[in-house]
């Protein structure tokens, strides 16, 4: 009989998490599994589509928000009918992704004859969540069968402040060659210039305006490099005054949000990755499978589980320091040779985090928290 797997998550509006929810659901369709994807909101502004084959329900609440008993009667609301979902559809598994998600999976299948998988998508430190979510948090996964998180320091940070939690580590899949969607932009022709690219949310959490203060530091000694930083957000206007008053403005591109992100890896000569908190990093998995160098900021959690230091990137120390990764930056702009050597390595995240490897994964875990979940039934 078909494995029945529901996946709960808020949106498909973008996002890392968003993402790997989009290419389980098809690579569990594909393997003949029955799949249900449930949403907060519709469809409408879906980054990431579904297969064919994978169902799609929605909640119809992701409004309904606000503190103190109007946000208890929401999420009343939520798992009111996120249950009668899962009375509907009968998973053997229901996957909750990220920690609300999560929450309301474990609360919503209390007495359901299933398996609750919890899964944690960014370092719990860097999250800003509620004080009544966190409090949930805790009690809810000592009560889910299996609790996944993306990298060993998130596990580790689980097991200190979430006590009796049943914990696994599975790192994102990274997919070669990497997908196209809309909008396709592309890269500026190169004219004989050599780029540095960076992706990803227009926020402070990626430190894109250290970064390009870092650029700015290494700019005069490098003339034939440009800084490229694709993606979307918040905080586009004021990273746009800091690079005007930097003078970098012919020389640090915003493109914004691109599909075929593929074509501009191939355009790019060095990835860097600036974050302040990761969770694991898919742009940094991409970039790699696209045989780039990376300089990366050795956060608490994501990139010292992908990068091999010395072999296939550089990790900047300590996290956040401007000086630093200008000096990361004017090493590997200035060494040709080292630079593509660190990019011929690179590629084999390929195989490291390949689809086959971490779906194997995955499946260990449905195996174990089904177990779980038969064993506590019959007590």
């Given at each position: 009989?078909?494995?029945?797997?529901?996946?709960v998550?808020?949106?498909?509006?973008g996002?890392?998490a968003?993402?790997?929810?989009?290419?389980l659901?098809?690579?569990?369709?594909?393997?003949?599994?029955?799949?249900m994807v449930?949403?907060?909101?519709?469809?409408?502004?879906?980054?990431?589509?579904?297969?064919?084959?994978?169902?799609r329900e929605?909640?119809?609440l992701?409004?309904?928000?606000?503190g103190g008993?109007?946000?208890?009667?929401?999420?009343?609301?939520?798992?009111?009918a996120?249950?009668?979902?899962?009375?509907?559809?009968?998973?053997?598994?229901v996957l909750g992704?990220?920690?609300?998600?999560?929450?309301?999976?474990?609360?919503?299948?209390?007495?359901?004859?299933?398996?609750?998988v919890?899964t944690?998508?960014?370092?719990p430190?860097?999250?800003?969540?509620?004080?009544m979510w966190?409090?949930?948090?805790?009690?809810t996964?000592?009560?889910?069968?299996?609790v996944?998180?993306?990298?060993?320091?998130?596990?580790?940070?689980l097991?200190?402040h979430?006590?009796?939690?049943?914990?696994?580590?599975?790192?994102?899949?990274?997919?070669w060659?990497?997908?196209?969607?809309?909008p396709?932009?592309?890269?500026?022709p190169?004219n004989?210039?050599?780029?540095?690219?960076?992706?990803g949310?227009?926020h402070p959490d990626?430190?894109?305006e250290?970064?390009?203060?870092?650029f700015?530091?290494?700019?005069?000694?490098?003339?034939e490099?440009?800084?490229i930083?694709l993606?979307e957000?918040?905080e586009?206007?004021?990273?746009t005054?800091?690079?005007?008053?930097?003078?970098?403005s012919?020389?640090?591109?915003?493109?914004?949000?691109v599909?075929n992100v593929?074509?501009w890896?191939?355009?790019?000569?060095?990835?860097?990755?600036?974050?302040r908190?990761?969770?694991?990093?898919?742009?940094?998995?991409?970039s790699?499978?696209?045989?780039?160098a990376?300089?990366?900021?050795?956060?608490?959690?994501g990139?010292?589980?992908?990068?091999?230091?010395?072999?296939?990137?550089?990790?900047?120390r300590?996290n956040?320091?401007v000086?630093?990764?200008?000096q990361?930056?004017?090493a590997?702009?200035a060494?040709?040779?080292?630079?593509?050597?660190?990019g011929?390595?690179?590629?084999?995240v390929?195989e490291r985090?390949?689809?086959e490897?971490?779906?194997?994964r995955?499946q260990?875990v449905?195996?174990?928290?089904?177990?779980?979940?038969?064993?506590?039934?019959?007590?």
């Amino acid at each position: 009989m078909s494995l029945r797997v529901m996946i709960v998550i808020h949106s498909l509006r973008g996002g890392g998490a968003e993402r790997v929810a989009a290419d389980l659901s098809r690579h569990w369709a594909d393997a003949g599994r029955t799949v249900m994807v449930v949403t907060q909101t519709d469809d409408h502004g879906d980054v990431y589509p579904l297969h064919p084959d994978v169902q799609r329900e929605t909640l119809a609440l992701a409004g309904a928000t606000g503190g103190g008993w109007r946000g208890i009667t929401a999420n009343f609301k939520r798992v009111r009918a996120l249950r009668r979902l899962m009375v509907s559809f009968k998973p053997d598994v229901v996957l909750g992704m990220m920690t609300t998600a999560s929450v309301l999976s474990v609360l919503a299948a209390r007495g359901l004859p299933c398996a609750v998988v919890a899964t944690e998508h960014t370092h719990p430190p860097s999250q800003r969540i509620s004080g009544m979510w966190r409090r949930l948090r805790r009690w809810t996964y000592p009560r889910a069968d299996r609790v996944v998180a993306l990298t060993s320091g998130t596990a580790r940070w689980l097991n200190k402040h979430v006590p009796g939690a049943h914990l696994d580590v599975i790192p994102n899949p990274v997919h070669w060659p990497l997908a196209q969607s809309e909008p396709h932009v592309p890269p500026p022709p190169r004219n004989g210039r050599r780029r540095a690219l960076a992706v990803g949310r227009l926020h402070p959490d990626k430190g894109f305006e250290t970064l390009v203060t870092a650029f700015k530091k290494v700019a005069a000694a490098h003339p034939e490099w440009d800084l490229i930083i694709l993606g979307e957000g918040a905080e586009r206007a004021r990273l746009t005054a800091n690079i005007a008053a930097a003078g970098l403005s012919e020389r640090v591109l915003l493109p914004g949000r691109v599909g075929n992100v593929g074509d501009w890896y191939a355009a790019a000569d060095l990835y860097v990755l600036s974050s302040r908190f990761e969770g694991l990093s898919n742009t940094l998995l991409e970039s790699m499978a696209s045989g780039l160098a990376a300089a990366a900021f050795d956060c608490d959690t994501g990139p010292r589980e992908i990068v091999r230091e010395g072999v296939d990137g550089v990790l900047v120390r300590p996290n956040g320091d401007v000086n630093a990764m200008a000096q990361a930056l004017d090493a590997l702009m200035a060494d040709d040779a080292h630079r593509e050597a660190l990019g011929a390595r690179a590629i084999e995240v390929r195989e490291r985090f390949s689809p086959e490897h971490v779906l194997s994964r995955w499946q260990k875990v449905f195996d174990d928290a089904r177990a779980q979940a038969a064993g506590r039934a019959s007590l």
